[in-house]
C-alpha cells in the first residue's frame, strides 16, 4: 500500500522530544513560519529538563579541577573546551536574566579557600577575571573575596570545617532557575500558538526514508497508529535518543549519548543560609553545590555516576544519601546532618556525548548531523544544558533549515512568549483554576502533569492523599474521570510522589531545621 501524504500530515520537521531543547527548538522553527509536529512520548520535561540541578551558572565550574593550571597546561585542548563552554554560559546566564527574570533567582555563591590547599584564591581571581572577558557585562558578577572578619560579614561560615585553615572566601552572583518545568511548558505553548501541533503521551517511531523525507508513525495511548511525513527530524529525545535513532544507526558500534545521573538530598537550614549558597570540590575533585531550593529548604549534589537503564526511573539510592550527606559533612561538619534530616531526594539522568576516550561523557554541546551514517535529514543533539536551552534552540533551527534547503518561509506573527505565576513559596492557596487552566489550555492529562510539572504546586514536598484526591475531583470533569478513576489516578500519583522524590525521614515541624536546637 502506497501512502498518500497531504498538508495535513506532512510537516517540515517533527520534533522528537519535549525536553528543554525540544521545545526550544519547536518554538523557533514555529515563530520562524516552518510546519512543526512536537512529539513527546510522555509529558512535557518528563527527563532530565524536570530533574537538573536548576543552576544558571557563569561557567566558573568548567575551570574547577584540582590542579587547573596543570591540567590545562598538559591538555590545551581541555582549556579552549572550558573557554567556549564558559562564554555559552555567561551569555545564556545574561540572556535568561533579561529575558525570563521570573525564572531567575539570585544568590550569593561563597566558595571557601584554605590554606595549604588544591585550589587557590588566585585561581578564582585569574577565572573570574577571564569571565568577566567571556560574557556581557550584566548582570555583574559581583566577585570579591573576604579575608577578615570573615564570620560576621558570611555567617554561614561557622559551619564551615578547618576554620583554623580557612583563608578567604570568595563570593559572587549565581542564580537558580526557578521552574524549569515550566520553562518547557511556556515554550511548548508558544510554538503551538505559532501554528505547531503538540503530541504529547505520543511515542514516535521513524519509518522508511523517501525522496520527500522520512514516515514516522506516531502512536498515542490509545494504542492508535498514524502515520506522517516530516522533510526533517530532529531526535531531541535525551536519553533516549539512540533508542529513537533507526535501526541502522542503533546498530553502529558507539551510542550517541552517555548518561550520567546527578542525585541530591534536600534538607532544611538555618536563617544565616538565605540568599546563599556554597560551592566546593568534593572529595573526588568533582564540583558539589549547597544551593537554595524554596524557603528554608536547601539542597546538597549533585553526584555523578554513570547510568544505564530507564532514566524515567532514575532517583537518589541508599549510596548516593551516604555520599551526599559524607560530603556535605565534611564541607558544612557544624550543621551536623544525618538521615532525619533528609527531607527528600531526586536525581536525574544527563544525555552526555559518549567519548570512548572520557568515561563520563563529553559536556560539550553537540548537533550530529546523522546523514554522515547514511541517515539524511536527522539531527540529534547531546549534552544541551537547561541553562543554555535558547540558544540551543537558534542553533537548531538554523540547521534544520539548513538541510531543508536554506529556504525560510514567511515568519509567523510571533506570540509573545509565556509567562505563568511563580507559584509562591510557604503557603500555597488551593489554585484551583490553574489546576483547570493546565487541563483546559495546558494539554496536562495526569496528577503529576498538574501538580508539578504546570503548577508547581507540590514541589518541594509531599501531599497527603486528602489533597491530591482534591486536586483529582477539581479536574474530574475536565478529564472525564469517574470516581474509581479519580481513585486510581490519586494512588498513581502518591506512587509516583514516593518514587520519584522519595522522603529522607524528616520532622517538618516548626524548630526541626538541621542545626536549630
Not at 510554538?191 to 503530541?199: C, H, I
Not at 549534589?301 to 554513570?306: A, I, M
Request: glycine residues 10%.
Amino acid at each position: 500500500m502506497t501512502l498518500e501524504f497531504t498538508a495535513r500530515n506532512s510537516f517540515d520537521v517533527v520534533v522528537i522530544g519535549g525536553g528543554i531543547n525540544g521545545t526550544s527548538a519547536a518554538r523557533e522553527l514555529a515563530a520562524s513560519g516552518f510546519r512543526i509536529l512536537l512529539a513527546e512520548q510522555a509529558d512535557l520535561a518528563g527527563g532530565a529538563s524536570g530533574r537538573s540541578s536548576r543552576m544558571l551558572h557563569c561557567g566558573l565550574r568548567y575551570f574547577e579541577t584540582r590542579h587547573p593550571v596543570r591540567t590545562f597546561a598538559r591538555f590545551p585542548s581541555r582549556l579552549a573546551g572550558a573557554i567556549g563552554m564558559a562564554r555559552a554560559a555567561m551569555q545564556a546566564r545574561a540572556e535568561l536574566v533579561r529575558v525570563q527574570p521570573e525564572r531567575c533567582k539570585p544568590l550569593t555563591m561563597c566558595f571557601p579557600l584554605y590554606r595549604g590547599e588544591e585550589v587557590r584564591g588566585w585561581h578564582l581571581d585569574l577565572g573570574f577575571a577571564l569571565l568577566g572577558r567571556l560574557g556581557p557585562p550584566a548582570p555583574p558578577l559581583d566577585y570579591r573575596r573576604v579575608r577578615s572578619a570573615i564570620e560576621r560579614q558570611v555567617p554561614l561560615a561557622a559551619d564551615l570545617r578547618d576554620r583554623q585553615k580557612l583563608a578567604s572566601i570568595a563570593t559572587y552572583r549565581e542564580y537558580m532557575i526557578d521552574w524549569p518545568d515550566r520553562i518547557c511548558v511556556d515554550a511548548a505553548l508558544d510554538a503551538e500558538r505559532n501554528g505547531a501541533e503538540l503530541r504529547l503521551f505520543t511515542r514516535a517511531k521513524l519509518g522508511e526514508r523517501r525522496d520527500d523525507g522520512w514516515t514516522v508513525d506516531l502512536t498515542g495511548r490509545s494504542g492508535e497508529t498514524e502515520t506522517i511525513r516530516a522533510r526533517v527530524v530532529l531526535n531531541l529525545a535525551g536519553t533516549w535518543i539512540d533508542e529513537v535513532c533507526p535501526p541502522a544507526r542503533r546498530k553502529a558500534d558507539s551510542p550517541l549519548v552517555l548518561g550520567t545521573k546527578g542525585a541530591h538530598i534536600v534538607v532544611r537550614l538555618p536563617d544565616r543560609y538565605r540568599g546563599h549558597g556554597v560551592a566546593t570540590l568534593h572529595r573526588q575533585g568533582m564540583p558539589f553545590y549547597c544551593l537554595p531550593l524554596d524557603d528554608d529548604f536547601f539542597f546538597f549534589g549533585p553526584t555523578e555516576t554513570s547510568f544505564t537503564g530507564d532514566a524515567g526511573e532514575a532517583h537518589a539510592t541508599p549510596a548516593d544519601i551516604d555520599f551526599l550527606l559524607g560530603e556535605a559533612n565534611h564541607l558544612l561538619p557544624g550543621l551536623g546532618l544525618t538521615r532525619r534530616d533528609v527531607a527528600f531526594t531526586w536525581a536525574g539522568v544527563r544525555p552526555l556525548t559518549y567519548d570512548p576516550g572520557q568515561p563520563m561523557g563529553r559536556r560539550t554541546r553537540e548537533i550530529h548531523d546523522l546523514g554522515t551514517a547514511g541517515l539524511p535529514g536527522i539531527l540529534a543533539m547531546t549534552a544541551g544544558p537547561v541553562m543554555s536551552h535558547r540558544s540551543a534552540g537558534r542553533e537548531l533551527r538554523d540547521a534544520a533549515a539548513a538541510l531543508l534547503g536554506g529556504e525560510r518561509p514567511s515568519p509567523a506573527a510571533r506570540a509573545s512568549e509565556s509567562a505563568a505565576p511563580v507559584p509562591a513559596a510557604g503557603s500555597r492557596p488551593f489554585p484551583r483554576d490553574a489546576f483547570r487552566r493546565a487541563v483546559s489550555a495546558e494539554h496536562a492529562r495526569d496528577l503529576p502533569g498538574i501538580l508539578y510539572t504546570r503548577t508547581a504546586y507540590a514541589w518541594g514536598r509531599h501531599l497527603g492523599r486528602d489533597e491530591v484526591e482534591e486536586a483529582a475531583d477539581c479536574v474530574a470533569d475536565l478529564l472525564g474521570w469517574d470516581a474509581d478513576e479519580v481513585s486510581g489516578q490519586v494512588s498513581a500519583f502518591l506512587a509516583y510522589q514516593d518514587r520519584t522524590f522519595p522522603k529522607g525521614g524528616v520532622d517538618k515541624s516548626p524548630g526541626s531545621r538541621a542545626g536549630i536546637a
